[in-house]
């Protein structure tokens, strides 16, 4: 892993949806991981001293990007539904998985704690492009696209600053755990990012055909 000299902020010059804007995502949501806000508490306490440029994710948001659908209004409820149905078609036959959380990870907008084995989580990840790809028509990402890191954001960075400090302060490991990743949710970001405005239109459980519609 390289290790940043500077960080950035994440949210100069980002192209953003504004207020009555929102974006559709797959997520993994950590809510039912009481050991991954411990995780991330822990860390944001190591980093306190430099919370002046720093955005904390709060802990009832912590979750595990898998697939941006796209802008909110490009989508219809049915279509939200048959999303919802097509991943929990392709998510039936597949077992919940473990992965391992501790190792650090260091972007210049970003500090993340890593999950580990992302080949396990490929599958998840693919039924979200896949069912997203069966009713808007949309291509999924292809092989030349940026592989797919899985990680859960602590904080983001929104100051121009050295970033050893940050490094120094919370190193590249916490103690490890392990955690059972079992559900996949399709969420509706609105507005900002910041505001942290989300409503979950579903949530489908791995092994299952039902999907609960929020």
């Not at 490094?167 to 755990?177: E, F, Q, T, V």
Request: hydrophobic share 40%; proline share 9%; net charge negative.
């Amino acid at each position: 892993m390289t290790l940043p000299a500077q960080m950035a902020n994440r949210w100069h010059n980002r192209a953003e949806s504004q207020a009555g804007e929102g974006t559709v995502y797959w997520h993994m949501l950590m809510r039912d991981h009481p050991q991954v806000a411990d995780l991330a508490a822990q860390a944001q306490q190591r980093l306190a001293p430099y919370a002046a440029g720093l955005h904390m994710t709060p802990r009832e948001r912590l979750h595990m990007t898998t697939f941006i659908a796209g802008p909110a209004e490009s989508f219809t409820d049915d279509q939200l539904r048959q999303m919802t149905s097509e991943a929990a078609k392709l998510l039936a036959d597949i077992p919940p998985v473990t992965v391992t959380l501790g190792r650090i990870l260091y972007h210049p907008e970003a500090i993340m704690l890593g999950v580990t084995p992302a080949p396990a989580l490929l599958p998840i990840r693919g039924a979200a492009c896949k069912a997203t790809q069966l009713v808007t028509g949309n291509q999924e990402p292809g092989a030349d696209a940026p592989p797919w890191i899985p990680h859960i954001t602590i904080c983001y960075s929104t100051s121009e600053q050295p970033a050893r400090p940050l490094i120094d302060a919370l190193g590249l490991h916490l103690p490890s755990c392990d955690i059972q990743i079992s559900a996949l949710s399709l969420v509706i970001q609105h507005g900002p990012e910041r505001r942290w405005d989300w409503t979950t239109v579903s949530t489908i459980h791995m092994g299952d055909t039902s999907a609960a519609l929020a």
